[in-house]
C-alpha cells in the first residue's frame, strides 16, 4: 500500500484510476478505448508530478523528505555494496540498533560504510529508535573511523536522522560528548569521507558524521539545526507556523548549495526517491565513484587540509575575508569587531581599565555639579 502525503491527493487519484485500468483481473481485459484513456492518464500523472515537485516549498520538501516509503540506509547498503560485513558494538556500553555500519566494497575497492537507519515499518522503526543515535552509536562510528583511517580506507556515511536521541540514559552515558568526539574524529581523518543526506539531516545527530570532505544532499532532503516544528516552537510558541519556519531555515538542498555548506545535489527521480529507488540508488553511485576518484591521488595530508578549509570557508563573507588570493587556511583571517576589540584591550590591560573606570567616574560627578 503506497503512502501519500496531504499535496498529493490529485496524484493519488490519478493512480488510483491508472491501476483499475491496469487490473489483470478485469472480465473483458483493457479496450482500445480504455488502452487510449491509459495513456492519456499516465501523461496526467507525469504532468502533476512535475507541476508538484517543481514548485515545492521548504514545508513539503520535509515532509518528501520524511516519506515512510523513502529509501533507507539499509536499502542503499545492501544496493551498492558488495561483501558487507557488519560491525557491531562500541566496546564501553553496547549496540546501536540505528545504525547499520560495516566494512565492504565499492567497485572492487575497500570501503567503511555508516549508515543511520530509521526502519521500514513500525517495529522496525522502534527497534531503530527512528533512526535517533545513542551515545554508543556515536563511539562505534568513532571506533569504525579510526579503523578506517588506519588502513587506509574512504569513509561514506548515509545520513538519515530527526537528531540524536534526548533520553535521560543517553544523556547520562555521555551524549554531547560522543556527538562532539564523533566530529572530531571525522575532521582529524587523512582518508577521504564522504556523506550523503538521504533523508533528513537533524542537527548534531547528523553533523557528528556530515563533518567531511564531501557533503552531499538529495534533491528532496534537508539539513538543518533544528526541526521546522522545533523552530517554530521556539521562536513563536507556535508548531504550526513550521511552514514560516522551514522557510526561514534554508534547510532545502539549493539554499545550502546556494550557502555553500554542502558540495552537491543528487536530482531524485520524478515524485521523489520513494517512486524509483533503484534509479535514485544508480545515481548515489555516480556521485560516490566521482567523488572517490577527486581523493586518488592526495596524500593523507592533502585530504585532511581540504577537509580543514572547506568548513573554515564557510561564511567567510560574514566575518572573514581572504587576505590573499590564494585559497588556503592561509589566507582567511578573523575580522573581530570593534566593540569586542575595544573589552579585549581592557581586559588585558589593567591600568587602561583603571583609567578608563576613573574618567567614567570623574564624568559622572561632573555631570551632576552641572
Known amino acids: 500500500m503506497k503512502n501519500y502525503l496531504n499535496f498529493e491527493k490529485d496524484i493519488k487519484s490519478l493512480e488510483n484510476e491508472i491501476e483499475k485500468l491496469q487490473d489483470p483481473f478485469a472480465k473483458d481485459g483493457i479496450t482500445q478505448v480504455e488502452t487510449g484513456k491509459l495513456a492519456k492518464l499516465q501523461n496526467d500523472l507525469s504532468s502533476k508530478l512535475n507541476e508538484i515537485y517543481s514548485n515545492l516549498d521548504p514545508w513539503q520538501t520535509t515532509m518528501v523528505a520524511r516519506h515512510e516509503d523513502r529509501p533507507k540506509s539499509k536499502f542503499f547498503i545492501d544496493n551498492l555494496f558488495e561483501d558487507f560485513f557488519p560491525i557491531h558494538g562500541d566496546r564501553l556500553f553496547g549496540e546501536d540498533k540505528s545504525l547499520i555500519s560495516g566494512l565492504a566494497t565499492f567497485q572492487n575497492k575497500s570501503v567503511m560504510v555508516i549508515g543511520q537507519e530509521k526502519g521500514e515499518d513500525l517495529d522496525s522503526r522502534i527497534e531503530r529508535n527512528f533512526g535517533m543515535m545513542k551515545p554508543e552509536g556515536y563511539r562505534k562510528c568513532i571506533r569504525l573511523m579510526k579503523l578506517a583511517d588506519r588502513f587506509k580506507i574512504p569513509v561514506i556515511s548515509f545520513i538519515d536522522t530527526p537528531g540524536a536521541y534526548p533520553g535521560i540514559g543517553a544523556e547520562q552515558r555521555g551524549q554531547a560528548t560522543a556527538i562532539a568526539s564523533s566530529i572530531e574524529c571525522c575532521m ?27 557533503v552531499i544532499m538529495l534533491e528532496h532532503s534537508i539539513y538543518s539545526v533544528i526541526s521546522p516544528e522545533g523552530c517554530a516552537s521556539i521562536l513563536w510558541r507556535d508548531p504550526t507556523k513550521s511552514l514560516e519556519a522551514a522557510e526561514a531555515m534554508k534547510l532545502t538542498a539549493d539554499d545550502l548549495l546556494k550557502l555553500k555548506i554542502i558540495d552537491e545535489i543528487i536530482p531524485e527521480p520524478l515524485g521523489g526517491a520513494h517512486r524509483d529507488s ?86 559622572s560627578i561632573l555631570y551632576f555639579l552641572v
Open 188 to 214: 582529524s581523518l587523512k582518508v577521504p569521507n564522504i556523506s550523503i543526506i538521504i533523508g533528513e539531516g537533524g542537527s548534531g545527530g547528523a553533523i557528528a558524521l556530515a563533518s567531511s570532505n564531501k
Open 278 to 363: 533503484e534509479q535514485i540508488a544508480i545515481e548515489i553511485k555516480k556521485s560516490i565513484l566521482k567523488n572517490l576518484v577527486e581523493f586518488e591521488n592526495l596524500s593523507g595530508n592533502q585530504i585532511f587540509e581540504q577537509r580543514k578549509n572547506r568548513f573554515l570557508k564557510i561564511g567567510r563573507d560574514q566575518g572573514f575575508k581572504k587576505s590573499s588570493e590564494r585559497e588556503s587556511i592561509s589566507s582567511l583571517s578573523y575580522i573581530e569587531p570593534g566593540f569586542n576589540k575595544v573589552i579585549r584591550i581592557f581586559k588585558n590591560n589593567k591600568n587602561i581599565s583603571l583609567i578608563g573606570l576613573g574618567a567614567l567616574v570623574l564624568a
